[in-house]
Protein backbone atom coordinates (compact mmCIF):
# COMPACT_ATOMS: atom_id res chain seq x y z
CA UNK A 1 0.00 0.00 0.00
CA UNK A 2 2.19 2.12 0.49
CA UNK A 3 4.37 1.62 -2.38
CA UNK A 4 1.29 2.35 -4.16
CA UNK A 5 0.99 5.80 -2.57
CA UNK A 6 4.44 6.46 -3.35
CA UNK A 7 4.17 5.54 -6.78
CA UNK A 8 0.81 7.90 -7.09
CA UNK A 9 2.90 10.79 -5.49
CA UNK A 10 5.77 10.57 -7.53
CA UNK A 11 3.49 11.10 -10.97
CA UNK A 12 1.18 13.63 -8.75
CA UNK A 13 4.32 15.79 -8.53
CA UNK A 14 5.87 15.53 -12.08
CA UNK A 15 2.21 16.77 -13.64
CA UNK A 16 2.03 19.45 -10.88
CA UNK A 17 6.21 20.36 -12.07
CA UNK A 18 4.94 20.10 -15.78
CA UNK A 19 1.80 22.60 -15.34
CA UNK A 20 4.45 24.76 -13.21
CA UNK A 21 6.84 25.28 -16.04
CA UNK A 22 3.63 25.57 -18.55
CA UNK A 23 2.55 28.38 -16.46
CA UNK A 24 -0.43 26.36 -16.35
CA UNK A 25 -0.80 27.06 -12.31
CA UNK A 26 -0.15 30.83 -12.39
CA UNK A 27 -2.64 31.25 -15.80
CA UNK A 28 -5.10 29.76 -13.88
CA UNK A 29 -5.12 31.08 -10.94
CA UNK A 30 -4.82 35.00 -13.01
CA UNK A 31 -7.90 34.08 -14.65
CA UNK A 32 -10.21 33.34 -11.87
CA UNK A 33 -8.60 36.16 -9.79
CA UNK A 34 -9.70 39.12 -12.11
CA UNK A 35 -12.82 37.61 -13.24
CA UNK A 36 -13.65 37.12 -9.51
CA UNK A 37 -12.49 40.35 -8.37
CA UNK A 38 -14.56 42.20 -11.84
CA UNK A 39 -17.34 40.34 -10.69
CA UNK A 40 -17.27 41.13 -7.21
CA UNK A 41 -17.19 45.12 -7.33
CA UNK A 42 -19.64 44.83 -10.66
CA UNK A 43 -21.79 42.81 -8.82
CA UNK A 44 -21.62 43.82 -5.34
CA UNK A 45 -23.30 47.20 -5.69
CA UNK A 46 -26.81 46.09 -5.38
CA UNK A 47 -25.94 44.92 -2.17
CA UNK A 48 -27.59 48.18 0.08
CA UNK A 49 -30.70 47.99 -1.83
CA UNK A 50 -31.47 44.53 -2.22
CA UNK A 51 -30.24 44.67 1.49
CA UNK A 52 -28.26 41.39 1.20
CA UNK A 53 -24.37 40.98 2.50
CA UNK A 54 -22.11 41.73 -0.47
CA UNK A 55 -19.89 38.93 0.09
CA UNK A 56 -23.48 37.00 -0.12
CA UNK A 57 -24.25 39.01 -3.42
CA UNK A 58 -21.00 38.36 -5.22
CA UNK A 59 -21.13 34.70 -4.14
CA UNK A 60 -24.93 34.24 -6.02
CA UNK A 61 -23.21 35.91 -8.98
CA UNK A 62 -19.83 33.75 -9.30
CA UNK A 63 -22.18 30.10 -8.72
CA UNK A 64 -23.33 31.33 -12.07
CA UNK A 65 -19.89 32.61 -13.51
CA UNK A 66 -17.83 29.36 -12.18
CA UNK A 67 -20.08 27.00 -14.69
CA UNK A 68 -18.21 28.41 -17.25
CA UNK A 69 -15.24 29.09 -16.20
CA UNK A 70 -13.80 26.00 -14.00
CA UNK A 71 -14.86 23.44 -16.35
CA UNK A 72 -13.21 24.93 -18.79
CA UNK A 73 -9.78 25.45 -17.20
CA UNK A 74 -10.32 21.87 -16.02
CA UNK A 75 -10.49 20.66 -19.72
CA UNK A 76 -7.44 22.84 -20.44
CA UNK A 77 -5.55 21.25 -17.86
CA UNK A 78 -6.48 17.48 -18.51
CA UNK A 79 -7.18 17.23 -22.50
CA UNK A 80 -3.66 16.02 -23.56
CA UNK A 81 -3.10 13.87 -20.25
CA UNK A 82 -2.77 10.63 -22.34
CA UNK A 83 -2.89 11.55 -25.60
CA UNK A 84 0.27 13.79 -25.31
CA UNK A 85 1.84 10.50 -23.99
CA UNK A 86 0.77 8.16 -27.00
CA UNK A 87 1.35 11.23 -29.42
CA UNK A 88 4.63 11.96 -27.97
CA UNK A 89 5.27 7.73 -27.76
CA UNK A 90 6.86 8.54 -24.14
CA UNK A 91 3.45 6.56 -22.80
CA UNK A 92 5.93 3.15 -22.98
CA UNK A 93 8.50 4.70 -21.24
CA UNK A 94 6.29 5.30 -18.40
CA UNK A 95 4.64 2.04 -18.74
CA UNK A 96 7.90 0.21 -18.85
CA UNK A 97 8.72 1.77 -14.96
CA UNK A 98 7.32 -0.51 -12.35
CA UNK A 99 4.11 2.06 -12.08
CA UNK A 100 0.64 0.39 -12.79
CA UNK A 101 -1.95 1.81 -14.73
CA UNK A 102 -4.15 3.05 -12.43
CA UNK A 103 -1.41 4.46 -10.29
CA UNK A 104 -0.49 6.77 -13.39
CA UNK A 105 -4.45 7.80 -14.36
CA UNK A 106 -4.57 8.00 -10.13
CA UNK A 107 -1.52 10.42 -9.92
CA UNK A 108 -2.45 12.27 -13.20
CA UNK A 109 -5.94 13.03 -12.02
CA UNK A 110 -4.62 14.15 -8.38
CA UNK A 111 -1.95 16.55 -10.06
CA UNK A 112 -4.48 17.66 -12.21
CA UNK A 113 -7.06 18.61 -9.70
CA UNK A 114 -4.35 19.77 -6.99
CA UNK A 115 -3.01 22.80 -9.50
CA UNK A 116 -6.97 23.64 -9.99
CA UNK A 117 -7.56 23.31 -6.58
CA UNK A 118 -5.17 25.93 -5.78
CA UNK A 119 -6.38 28.51 -8.13
CA UNK A 120 -10.02 28.28 -7.22
CA UNK A 121 -8.81 28.55 -3.17
CA UNK A 122 -5.75 31.78 -4.23
CA UNK A 123 -8.64 32.97 -6.83
CA UNK A 124 -11.24 33.19 -5.43
CA UNK A 125 -10.20 33.90 -1.85
CA UNK A 126 -8.33 36.91 -2.93
CA UNK A 127 -11.85 38.19 -4.46
CA UNK A 128 -13.39 37.63 -0.97
CA UNK A 129 -10.73 39.51 1.04
CA UNK A 130 -11.28 42.29 -1.24
CA UNK A 131 -15.01 42.06 -0.74
CA UNK A 132 -14.50 41.85 2.64
CA UNK A 133 -12.21 44.98 2.81
CA UNK A 134 -14.37 47.60 0.99
CA UNK A 135 -17.90 46.37 2.13
CA UNK A 136 -17.53 44.54 5.04
CA UNK A 137 -17.79 40.68 6.47
CA UNK A 138 -20.87 38.62 7.75
CA UNK A 139 -21.44 35.03 8.48
CA UNK A 140 -23.79 34.02 6.10
CA UNK A 141 -21.59 35.26 3.04
CA UNK A 142 -18.50 33.88 4.21
CA UNK A 143 -19.95 30.28 4.53
CA UNK A 144 -21.69 30.99 0.58
CA UNK A 145 -18.13 31.55 -0.36
CA UNK A 146 -16.85 28.36 1.31
CA UNK A 147 -19.68 26.35 -0.06
CA UNK A 148 -18.48 27.70 -3.39
CA UNK A 149 -14.98 27.03 -3.21
CA UNK A 150 -15.60 23.69 -1.84
CA UNK A 151 -18.19 22.50 -4.34
CA UNK A 152 -15.82 24.23 -7.57
CA UNK A 153 -13.34 21.57 -6.51
CA UNK A 154 -15.65 19.18 -6.96
CA UNK A 155 -16.93 20.95 -10.13
CA UNK A 156 -13.57 20.95 -11.42
CA UNK A 157 -12.76 17.50 -10.16
CA UNK A 158 -15.59 15.92 -12.27
CA UNK A 159 -14.60 17.86 -15.77
CA UNK A 160 -10.45 17.51 -14.77
CA UNK A 161 -12.03 13.18 -15.14
CA UNK A 162 -13.84 14.00 -18.00
CA UNK A 163 -10.97 15.77 -19.60
CA UNK A 164 -8.94 12.27 -18.80
CA UNK A 165 -11.54 9.93 -20.00
CA UNK A 166 -11.63 11.79 -23.51
CA UNK A 167 -7.71 12.05 -23.60
CA UNK A 168 -7.54 8.11 -23.13
CA UNK A 169 -10.28 7.36 -25.94
CA UNK A 170 -7.86 8.91 -28.82
CA UNK A 171 -4.34 8.64 -29.58
CA UNK A 172 -4.07 12.45 -30.73
CA UNK A 173 -3.76 15.92 -28.69
CA UNK A 174 -5.83 18.08 -31.19
CA UNK A 175 -8.67 15.33 -31.55
CA UNK A 176 -8.89 15.12 -27.66
CA UNK A 177 -9.04 19.26 -27.53
CA UNK A 178 -12.01 19.08 -30.44
CA UNK A 179 -14.34 16.89 -28.51
CA UNK A 180 -13.24 18.39 -25.25
CA UNK A 181 -14.54 21.96 -26.96
CA UNK A 182 -17.62 20.51 -27.88
CA UNK A 183 -18.44 18.84 -24.81
CA UNK A 184 -17.99 21.47 -22.90
CA UNK A 185 -20.22 23.79 -25.04
CA UNK A 186 -23.01 20.71 -24.90
CA UNK A 187 -23.02 20.61 -21.54
CA UNK A 188 -22.39 23.98 -20.19
CA UNK A 189 -24.03 26.25 -22.72
CA UNK A 190 -26.29 24.11 -25.66
CA UNK A 191 -27.57 22.36 -21.85
CA UNK A 192 -29.08 24.92 -20.81
CA UNK A 193 -30.47 26.77 -23.93
CA UNK A 194 -32.32 23.54 -24.81
CA UNK A 195 -33.67 23.48 -21.50
CA UNK A 196 -34.84 26.92 -21.72
CA UNK A 197 -36.43 26.04 -24.95
CA UNK A 198 -38.10 23.63 -23.72
CA UNK A 199 -39.56 25.50 -20.83
CA UNK A 200 -40.94 27.95 -23.48
CA UNK A 201 -42.46 25.20 -25.90
CA UNK A 202 -44.08 23.46 -22.78
CA UNK A 203 -45.25 26.77 -21.08
CA UNK A 204 -46.05 24.92 -17.92
CA UNK A 205 -46.79 21.27 -19.10
CA UNK A 206 -45.40 17.95 -18.48
CA UNK A 207 -41.63 18.88 -19.65
CA UNK A 208 -41.88 21.85 -17.02
CA UNK A 209 -43.40 19.67 -14.07
CA UNK A 210 -41.62 16.10 -14.46
CA UNK A 211 -38.91 16.20 -17.00
CA UNK A 212 -37.11 19.80 -16.11
CA UNK A 213 -36.26 18.86 -12.87
CA UNK A 214 -34.26 15.58 -13.09
CA UNK A 215 -32.78 17.12 -16.55
CA UNK A 216 -31.36 20.13 -13.98
CA UNK A 217 -30.04 17.78 -11.84
CA UNK A 218 -28.77 15.46 -14.32
CA UNK A 219 -26.15 18.05 -15.24
CA UNK A 220 -23.01 18.48 -13.64
CA UNK A 221 -22.63 22.29 -13.95
CA UNK A 222 -26.12 22.97 -13.38
CA UNK A 223 -26.39 20.83 -10.15
CA UNK A 224 -23.21 22.66 -8.98
CA UNK A 225 -25.19 26.22 -9.11
CA UNK A 226 -28.33 25.18 -8.25
CA UNK A 227 -26.89 23.58 -4.86
CA UNK A 228 -25.36 26.79 -4.33
CA UNK A 229 -27.91 28.90 -4.86
CA UNK A 230 -30.17 26.72 -2.72
CA UNK A 231 -28.54 26.62 -0.43
CA UNK A 232 -28.90 30.94 0.26
CA UNK A 233 -32.53 30.13 1.01
CA UNK A 234 -33.56 32.75 -1.68
CA UNK A 235 -31.53 35.66 0.32
CA UNK A 236 -30.31 36.51 -3.05
CA UNK A 237 -31.78 37.79 -6.26
CA UNK A 238 -31.70 35.37 -9.66
CA UNK A 239 -33.70 35.35 -12.56
CA UNK A 240 -33.80 33.27 -15.55
CA UNK A 241 -33.66 29.42 -15.53
CA UNK A 242 -31.77 29.58 -12.48
CA UNK A 243 -34.57 31.47 -10.38
CA UNK A 244 -36.97 28.69 -11.79
CA UNK A 245 -34.80 26.09 -11.13
CA UNK A 246 -33.76 27.37 -7.79
CA UNK A 247 -37.72 26.77 -7.12
CA UNK A 248 -38.21 23.59 -7.36
CA UNK A 249 -38.44 21.21 -4.60
CA UNK A 250 -35.64 19.00 -3.82
CA UNK A 251 -33.19 18.92 -1.64
CA UNK A 252 -29.68 20.76 -1.54
CA UNK A 253 -27.55 17.57 -1.40
CA UNK A 254 -29.21 15.85 -4.60
CA UNK A 255 -27.37 18.16 -6.52
CA UNK A 256 -24.28 17.42 -4.87
CA UNK A 257 -25.32 13.31 -5.02
CA UNK A 258 -25.35 14.17 -8.74
CA UNK A 259 -21.81 15.63 -8.40
CA UNK A 260 -20.87 12.82 -6.69
CA UNK A 261 -22.42 10.21 -9.08
CA UNK A 262 -20.70 12.19 -12.00
CA UNK A 263 -17.02 12.49 -10.80
CA UNK A 264 -17.25 8.43 -9.67
CA UNK A 265 -18.21 7.51 -12.99
CA UNK A 266 -15.99 9.59 -15.01
CA UNK A 267 -13.31 8.56 -12.36
CA UNK A 268 -14.26 4.64 -13.09
CA UNK A 269 -14.57 5.01 -17.23
CA UNK A 270 -11.40 6.61 -17.87
CA UNK A 271 -9.70 4.05 -16.07
CA UNK A 272 -11.58 1.41 -17.87
CA UNK A 273 -10.58 3.07 -21.17
CA UNK A 274 -7.05 3.61 -20.10
CA UNK A 275 -6.60 -0.59 -19.90
CA UNK A 276 -7.46 -0.11 -23.21
CA UNK A 277 -4.79 2.24 -24.37
CA UNK A 278 -2.02 0.43 -26.31
CA UNK A 279 1.35 1.87 -25.63
Avoid: C
Avoid at 115 to 127: F, N, P, Q, R
Avoid at 141 to 160: N, S
Wanted: no cysteine; aromatic share 8%.
Amino acid sequence: MKATLNRIAAVTAIEIRLSVRNRWVALSTLILVLFALALAFLGSGPAGASKVGALTLTAASLATLSVYLIPLIALLLSYETIAGEVERSTLPLVLATPVRRFEVLTGKFVGHLSVLTLAIVVGYSIAALAVVAVHGADLHGALAWARLIATGVLLGAVFVAIGILVSASTARVGTAAALLVGIWLVLIVLYDLALLAGLIVDDGGFFTKSLFPALVIANPGDAFRLYNLAALEGSAPVAGIDGLARSLPFPPSLALAALAAWLAAMIAAGLWRFQKVRP
